[in-house]
């Protein structure tokens, strides 16, 4: 069985709130919601961070975003939302398989801590 929680998620063999799922991309509801909306949208392919990806990871990664949108206009957060990808130690990742997180149903201050 994989290591990776978030491959165990895709595999079906790790219980998640899933809302979103295809063959290259799975979406679920973040465990710890740091928002009304927050949702994390994965590759289902195993990628441990931003620094490991790959030209041929192009696309898949491009749709992220194009789920994103879709999760947005779900969830009614369309008046503003924020994507965030935190990459290595320094910036707080704390799993490591590449994940966007998508938050929104709140004023979401700036900068970030
Ligand atoms: P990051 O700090 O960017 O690596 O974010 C990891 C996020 O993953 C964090 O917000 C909590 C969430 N998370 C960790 N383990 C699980 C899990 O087993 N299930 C779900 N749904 N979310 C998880």
Redesign the pocket.
């Known amino acids: 069985m994989s290591e990776c ?2 491959c165990r ?1 895709v595999q079906g063999m ?1 219980p ?2 899933v809302i979103y799922r295809d063959e290259e991309i799975t979406a ?5 919601p ?1 928002a009304p909306v ?1 949702i ?1 949208i994965i590759p289902n392919r195993h990628i441990t961070s931003v620094a490991c990806i790959e030209p041929g990871d192009a696309n898949t990664l491009g749709r992220l975003f194009l789920v994103a949108r879709q999760l947005a206009e779900q969830e009614n957060i369309t008046d503003g939302y924020r994507i ?3 990459s290595g130690r320094m910036a ?4 490591y398989h590449l ?1 966007m ?1 998508l938050l929104g149903g709140r004023r979401l201050s700036w900068p970030p801590g």
């Not at 679920?28 to 710890?32: R, Y």
């Open positions: 929680i978030f998620i790790a998640a709130r679920f509801h973040d465990i710890n740091q927050h994390l965030v990808v935190n707080g990742q704390s799993v994940h997180h």
